[in-house]
Structure formats: C-alpha cells, structure tokens
C-alpha cells in the first residue's frame, strides 16, 4: 500500500505564481548599501587597459581602495501585525527559502526534577508530530519534498525554522502551524529523544575538549538553574506527559521576529505571513514561568585542575568583562586581535607556536553577549611537559602589550582586518536575514554595522594598552587545566576538581 503523504501536489502547483518574480527591497535614500570596491572615477576596463602600463614586480600592483557599506535593516524590514515584524531578503537565484520565527519569552524549569524533561521539549515538540499528522506521516512528508522544519527552545528564545523548495514554502507553512500549535509529543519519538540524551550524558566526559568546557563553567559561575545538569535517571524516567506540560505555552509570544530568504515575493510574502500569523494561537506567558536569573561569576581567580591521564593538556584562561552595549568592546576586540585573535599575525601565535613550537592553536577572545556578562579567554593546548613554560611566555606578552602598547603596524593591521571581515556576517541572504533578526531582538540599532566601522577604526594605541591591563589580568583570571596532576608542580597551589563534581545540580 502507498503512503498517503500530507503533501498536496496540486495545491502546490497552484501556487507557484508566489515564488515568479524578484522581490528586492526599495532603496533607501539614506545611505548606498551595496559594496563599492571601484574608486568614483573609474573608467572603462577597455580604456585602462589601453592607458596603464603593465608594472614591473607584482609588487608594484596597484589596488583600489577597499570599501564596503553593511546592508541596512530598514531595507528588509517588513511589520506583519502589532509585535510581529521581520525581515524578508530576497534571492532569485536557488528556488530555495529559509524562514526563522524567533519568538520572545523566557523557558526555564523551576526545580531541578524538571531538566531532563524540559531539554527535551525542543526536539519533541518538532519530532512527535502533531495537529493530527503522525510523527511517521511527517516525516515522509518532508522527506517527500526534500524539506525540514526544526524547532528549538532556549533560555530567552523559542523558535523553529523552514528549509524548503520555494515551490514547498506556502504548505511548510500550514504544515509548521499544525505541528507547532497542537504537538502530539509520540511516545516512541520520545524513546529515541531520550536514548539520545542519556548516550550524550554517559560521554560528556569522553574527551578532554568535553571536560574542560565543564570545568570552565563550574569554576567561572555561581549556581544558577540555567546551569543545570540533568542526569540518566532522570533522562530515562521523563514522560510524555512531562515534556507535555512543560511545553505548555512555548511559541506563544508577544512578540514575534521572523527572517525569511531565498526565492519569494516580498508583496506576496507579506500577505501570506499575514494569513500564517492572523491563525497563530497567541497567549501571554504562563504565570509560572520566572524571568531568567543572570549569570554571576563566582569570582574566585586561581588554577583549577581535572587530573586527567594525557598528553596534551587543554587550557582555558577566563576573565569577567562586560555586557554589551558597552564602550570598552571595541577597544578590547582590537586589542584582542593583536594579542591572540588575529591567527599568525598575533603576538601569542608567534611567540608560543613559530618561536617555540608549544603549541599547534594558542589564542585569545573577548565575549559577545547582550544578556550576560562574558568572559575574555586565552586558550591553548600543550605538551603536558611544557604547560608552565606555555604560561610563562603567555603572560609576558600581555605583560609586554599592556606595558609598551601596539605598534603602529600592528594596530593598523588589526583594525583593517576586523572590518574587512564584516561583510563574511551578510554572505547569503539567509545570514542577512538572521542577522538582522536577532539583532532586533537584542536592540540593536539600525546603524549597528555601520557605526562598527567607526568604532573599530577610532580604537587608540593607549585603549590597546588600558584594555590588555584590566581584561586580561592574570590575577584576576580563572585558569583551568585538563590534565595529568602530577606533571603540574610548577603551577602550585592549585585546586583540583574531581572530574564527578564538574556538574551543576
């Protein structure tokens, strides 16, 4: 007997006229968003080749000045109805679409008894079927038409994605909103969300990389529910009903952000997400849901050790820094890149691995958070042998970098290199979508990404220095070691971690 699939094929014949035509966003008077790589007074390539001389060297070439303007959100933005708006970037040249629906409001159990279930929520929610579809019959259906929806459920965000032909995308729609209001959470979907869960709890500590992302959390943070670890047990006893009940009201938001890409309609594109959203079960948040705490730091600077019998020991050195929006990100990031960020024009990279050879990958970060407090880290893995000497030549640069400052070379070289990055964040229309779409959630302003140019290139040597002295602090750092104990005398004092303590419960 042939399946019955969900899939309508004459429906979506019927609808192929939404996807016939380009829908590229009015341009704007404000500013030109499209990169301009060729000065203004460029002429004709046939009439350069005509009146330039070839050079001497390939050193000689001649390039024009590199510009690039951000896309600008307004372009894309579109307002669907009262606290849902969106961005929609369109690309006729795949018939393909991405929709994202990110929706605004806080997940998080309120006992302990209650993580295993409810990190199970965002997978059941999409693989247990639901408005009178099988968990099996959804399944196929996608499969049918080589289309995915996925949903997922965080600590500040719910939200689920399409990824479909652009024929498919008006029936993934009506499908989704089935799936996504009434989820049938299938027992046996449950089973393997489960069996999943516990395989990943008996291997969380299978590799040093594993261990130390434990160990940095559990040395860098106060106890918080959001930290919580959930164990096999209480993996394996979670119910239908559990998953059920800690679902209830997840995509119910206020407030609603979308990004959509790929080969639509603007103009028709609204009218339909119109249609899909005016169905939408929309209710406020449930009264039992408590706002999420915020992550604090448990302060507490040091060396702290898994022993653990290997080779190569993996380490990770944290420092609090900011939440962003704040005035020392910027400075930080550029002083960052000339420390340990920018790869073998970084001081690290050259002093720890092309002198010394100690090391393969040695480098530094500075958080990006809107929501917390991140972390500065400067990270690398070494010899066992060799950890002390590692940690030595480490600090000195930072000692030396925020004693003597950049050169000038170096501070030109790490700006022009942050801000050549920026256009690899819009290298699809999806990313540009997503992009703009999540930055909206956090409040950012529509001249994020062009005033990214100007805070990056107004970075002085002296923020270089002043942020290298206050955010990568030794004294002031959590240092975490994976690693045979026994090799690391020279690090003394130092607290060892056991490796069964590294949960948060």
Not at 31 to 48: G, I, M, Q, R, Y
Not at 145 to 150: E, G, L, R, T
Not at 377 to 398: D, H, R, S, W
Request: hydrophobic share 40%; proline share 6%; net charge neutral.
């Amino acid at each position: 007997m042939k399946t019955k699939y969900v899939i309508s094929a004459a429906f979506c014949a019927a609808l192929v006229v939404l996807t016939s035509c380009s829908m590229m966003p009015k341009k704007s008077s404000h500013v030109k968003h499209t990169p301009d790589f060729f000065p203004a007074e460029a002429e004709s390539s046939s009439s350069l080749v005509e009146t330039a001389a070839l050079p001497e060297h390939y050193s000689k070439i001649e390039f024009p000045e590199y510009k690039y303007v951000a896309p600008y959100p307004k372009d894309f933005r579109v307002q669907i109805a009262d606290g849902i708006t969106g961005y929609i970037v369109s690309d006729t040249t795949l018939p393909l679409v991405d929709f994202s629906v990110y929706f605004e409001e806080s997940n998080l159990p309120l006992v302990l008894k209650d993580e295993a279930a409810f990190e199970m929520v965002g997978s059941m929610i999409r693989r247990g079927g639901g408005g009178g579809i099988t968990a099996h019959a959804l399944e196929d259906s996608l499969e049918f038409v080589s289309s995915s929806i996925s949903t997922s459920v965080g600590t500040y965000l719910s939200a689920f994605d399409i990824n479909c032909l652009s024929m498919y995308f008006p029936e993934m729609l009506e499908l989704a909103r089935k799936v996504l209001t009434d989820p049938s959470f299938d027992k046996t979907q449950l089973e393997i969300v489960k069996a999943n869960f516990v395989t990943s709890y008996e291997r969380r500590h299978e590799t040093p990389a594993k261990v130390l992302s434990a160990l940095k959390s559990k040395v860098n943070y106060a106890p918080n529910p959001r930290l919580w670890n959930a164990n096999a047990t209480e993996y394996k006893a979670v119910t239908a009903a559990d998953v059920k009940r800690l679902a209830k009201g997840v995509f119910s938001s206020k407030r609603i952000v979308f990004a959509l890409a790929g080969n639509v309609n603007r103009d028709s594109a609204v009218t339909m997400l119109k249609n899909f959203f005016a169905g939408w079960k929309v209710e406020p948040s449930e009264d039992g849901k408590s706002a999420p705490v915020p992550l604090s730091f448990a302060r507490k600077p040091g060396v702290y050790v898994v022993d653990k019998d290997i080779t190569q020991a993996n380490i990770t050195m944290n420092q609090p820094f900011v939440k962003r929006p704040h005035p020392d990100y910027y400075p930080t990031a550029v002083a960052s890149f000339i420390l340990g960020g920018g790869s073998f024009s970084s001081r690290l990279m050259n002093r720890v691995r092309s002198d010394e050879g100690l090391a393969y990958s040695v480098y530094s970060t500075v958080g990006n958070d809107y929501r917390d407090t991140a972390m500065t880290t400067i990270a690398l893995q070494t010899k066992v042998e060799t950890v002390g000497f590692a940690m030595k030549l480490i600090f000195e640069e930072v000692e030396k970098l925020a004693k003597d400052g950049p050169t000038a070379e170096e501070l030109s070289q790490a700006k022009k290199s942050l801000v050549e990055s920026l256009p690899s964040l819009f290298d699809s229309p999806s990313s540009t979508a997503t992009i703009f779409a999540k930055g909206e959630l956090l409040g950012k302003s529509d001249n994020h990404y062009l005033d990214y140019v100007t805070q990056i290139n107004a970075v002085t040597a002296e923020q270089v220095k002043a942020m290298i002295a206050k955010y990568f602090d030794k004294d002031k750092m959590t240092i975490s070691i994976v690693g045979p104990v026994s090799m690391f005398d020279s690090l003394k004092p130092f607290t060892v971690i056991p490796l069964d303590s590294l949960e948060f419960r």
